[in-house]
């Protein structure tokens, strides 16, 4: 039963992560946001490799495009911090996304 726990965890974290990137890709289609358009196809790119993965997390299948994903999350960590770092609201979004990632990972 506390296999079958840990491993529903997971599931529910990166199906969490799902809905924040719809926020997150949202929040950069909005209006006057075409200046972010790389941000927009970097979240574009990771929701992909997320919706591939594996429910529940096995073995060490796509933990190469986990880690991809991981080094593209922190190219949107560094475009919002060199954005002054205002948007907080995203600025958390991103850290939850990455907590969801190192849960699946650790799942394993």
């Not at 969490?16 to 200046?35: K, N, P, V, W």
């Not at 529940?56 to 593209?72: H, I, M």
């Amino acid at each position: 039963a506390a296999a079958a726990s840990s491993q529903q965890q997971p599931a529910r974290s990166m199906q969490h992560a799902r809905s924040e990137f719809e926020y997150l890709i949202y929040r950069y289609t909005g209006q006057g946001r075409s200046q972010h358009d790389d941000v927009k196809k970097t979240l574009e790119e990771i929701k992909v490799s997320i919706d591939a993965q594996p429910t529940p997390p096995t073995g060490d299948k796509d933990l190469l495009a986990l880690s991809r994903s991981t080094a593209k999350l922190r190219e949107v960590m560094g475009t919002l911090l060199d954005q002054g770092g205002r948007d907080v609201k995203c600025i958390r979004k991103v850290e939850m996304l990455s907590d969801s990632i190192l849960d699946n990972v650790e799942a394993r």
